[in-house]
């Protein structure tokens, strides 16, 4: 009962911070959860450090060729993507999502099935490390180095697509979807 009040609780304090649009409430906060967990803050900066660069940078693009000023929409949209990360991603440090979740078989088997993804691509991706470590000696060549990425990255998008016709038939078989 706990996980479920707890998820639904963190739901519902993302649609409030989704809904402030007041730059003092959004730094006060990210003020507070970076005293209230410095780890997780880092890496909810880490996480949007790019998808945030990328929007900012092309907002910013879009207002010098429009010749519009942006205001304080900027700083806000920031702030707020930080406070919704962390906050998502402390919350989910404290919530068992399937205990959470186990008001609806559906929604159940869909978290399941998504965590087993995970799980699996992070147990791939730490095996590819291993082996990589394994057989130097000396460090990568920075053309190596590109090399193994794109191998990686290769892998793990054909095996997402071998997953995904896989996850659509077995979800078409317990009638999710014609």
């Not at 998820?7 to 730094?27: A, D, G, K, R, Y």
């Not at 945030?52 to 920031?78: C, E, H, M």
Request: cysteine-free; charged content about 20%.
């Amino acid at each position: 009962m706990k996980n479920k009040v707890l998820f639904f609780l963190l739901l519902f304090v993302v649609v409030v911070f989704t809904n402030i649009h007041s730059i003092e409430i959004l730094l006060l906060s990210g003020v507070f959860f970076l005293f209230l967990s410095q780890k997780i803050a880092y890496k909810s900066f880490k996480a949007i450090l790019f998808f945030n660069l990328s929007v900012t940078i092309g907002y910013l693009i879009q207002s010098a060729i429009l010749s519009k000023p942006l205001d304080d929409f900027l700083l806000i949209f920031n702030l707020r993507v930080f406070d919704i990360t962390f906050i998502t991603l402390y919350g989910f440090g404290k919530i068992n999502i399937i205990e959470a979740v186990s008001f609806s078989k559906s929604l159940k088997f869909l978290f399941v099935a998504t965590l087993s993804q995970i799980s699996s691509f992070r147990k791939t991706y730490d095996d590819f490390i291993l082996s990589l470590k394994s057989r130097l000696v000396n460090p990568l060549s920075q053309k190596n180095k590109k090399e193994f990425i794109s191998s990686m990255f290769y892998y793990f998008l054909k095996k997402s697509l071998h997953n995904s016709h896989e996850r659509t038939l077995a979800l078409k078989a317990r009638g999710f979807f014609d």
